[in-house]
């Protein structure tokens, strides 16, 4: 199985500044990654997939990038309405998600 | 809009069964697979299984094998879960996702559903 390792597990930022969140595959991957937002109490909702595409209707400040074992994903300039936990979930065999990051405004 | 509704969760026993039903509307149901993604209590995110939009193809999380079956009726635009056998560690909530192409099994949950809570306790 493709292990999917996230960091930092919590994150505490301010407004405006630039987060960046990563990911590591046990193995080459490729870029079959996807990161996901998911806030309190919500669904989880698609941000970038194939590792750096944005989703439809995403705000520009959303980017990812990578290949390989290792993933980025930043957010250019936080914005109060961006806490939540961020997930990286892999397809190159069975999927698999990361185990989270939570983001809290500072 | 692409909506799905998830339901049929609640509380069973150990090893009893629960079927989850997701009602989807919005888009050509029998062009996309489908998942099962579930969610423990203030845990992380578990893919659990998903069918391909025919239903002639199927995959299960090893977690789960054996004991639950994923299933669809595209005349009735609906997605199931059979879940038997169920075990403690299979509390949570349980979302229905659509995946993104027409093409793909289940690589992307692009849309989801509300979830249902599935609660195994006796």
């Known amino acids: 199985d493709i292990q999917m390792t996230q960091s930092p597990s919590s994150l505490s930022a301010s407004v405006g500044d630039r987060v960046t969140i990563t990911c590591q595959a046990s193995?080459?991957?490729?870029?079959?990654l996807n990161w996901y937002q998911q806030k309190p109490g919500k669904a989880p909702k698609l941000l970038i997939y194939d590792a750096s595409n944005l989703e439809t209707g995403v705000p520009s400040r959303f980017s990812g990038s990578g290949s390989g074992t290792d993933f980025t994903f930043t957010i250019s300039s936080l914005q109060p309405e961006d806490i939540a936990t961020y997930y990286c979930?892999?397809?190159?065999?069975?999927?698999?998600f990361g185990q989270g990051t939570r983001l809290e405004i500072k | 809009e692409v909506q799905l509704l998830e339901s049929g969760g609640g509380l069973v026993q150990p090893g009893g069964s629960l079927r989850l039903s997701c009602a989807a509307s919005g888009f050509t149901f029998s062009s996309y697979a489908m998942s099962w993604v579930r969610q423990a209590p203030g845990k992380g995110l578990e893919w659990v299984s998903a069918i391909s939009g025919s239903g002639g193809s199927t995959y299960y999380a090893d977690s789960v094998k054996g004991r639950f079956t994923i299933s669809r009726d595209n005349s009735k635009n609906t997605l199931y879960l059979q879940m038997n056998s169920l075990r403690a560690e299979d509390t949570a909530v349980y979302y229905c996702?659509?995946?993104?192409?027409?093409?793909?099994?289940?690589?992307?949950?692009?849309?989801w559903g509300q979830g249902t809570l599935v609660t195994v306790s006796s």
């Open positions: 193995q080459d991957i490729s870029n079959y």
């Open positions: 996702a659509k995946d993104l192409t027409t093409v793909t099994n289940y690589e992307y949950f692009q849309h």
């Open positions: 979930q892999q397809y190159d065999n069975l999927p698999n």
